[in-house]
């Protein structure tokens, strides 16, 4: 929230007529968002944008493969990271410089914030990343046990792309970037725990075991590990 506030506070402070145009997008990041923006550009090279997207579950999964792919996350504890992230909302904030005002390279740095979403996760899924302890000896909570998983993530962001100007009012652009997490809250559920061929109370304890050590896992994983490339298209409407 503090980012907000002193990303906003930047319009407050400034003169009207510091703002030399205005633009909405629409584009898609991969793997991290479909996205609104509203873009000001102000009396020189610089603009500022801010934006609001949703991470879509088949965003996710290729972030899932990609993180997983390249190896910069094994592809269990990939799987894990999509399914705390798939429908986050994302607040996006950039500042940004153009080598030309309308035409040619650009580079920017923000801060991006994905709230509110989650999806199921299985206990193999659970296991296989984060809980190799619990396998050792799985007869005590059974594998059809039922958790969910969600995240809230704060990030810093920089991108590098390319803008050409179509006509008066449409733009293109394309960029690269790097998505590189700093804070984060995350929760599993226990949903539904079944037994194995211990008592309904062990099965219970070991659930709640698994998820607490999950949730302390994936928090380093965001802050120490996790690194996300992006690549992205934007289409602008100038006025």
Known sequence: MKFLILFLSMFSVTSVHAFESWELEAGVEVP??????AKTNFNSEFYATAGLG???DFLMGVNSALVGGVGILGENTAE???SALSNSIVVDLRGGWNLHKYNGLYVEA??????????EVTVDQLENAFGSEYINNPLLMSNASEFT?????HALTFHAGYRWEINESWLFNVDVGIVKPFMSSTTVDVDRVYRGTGTDTQA???ANALASHAESEIEDV???ELFIPTASVWVSWLF
């Open 222 to 224: 965001y802050l120490s």
């Open 204 to 206: 219970t304890e070991v």
């Open 110 to 119: 923000g801060y991006m914030y994905m709230m509110g979403g989650g999806s």
């Open 32 to 37: 991290l968002q479909i996205s609104g923006r």
């Open 149 to 153: 998983i969600g995240s809230d993530l």
């Open 54 to 56: 949703l991470a879509m």
């Open 80 to 82: 894990v990271v999509e």
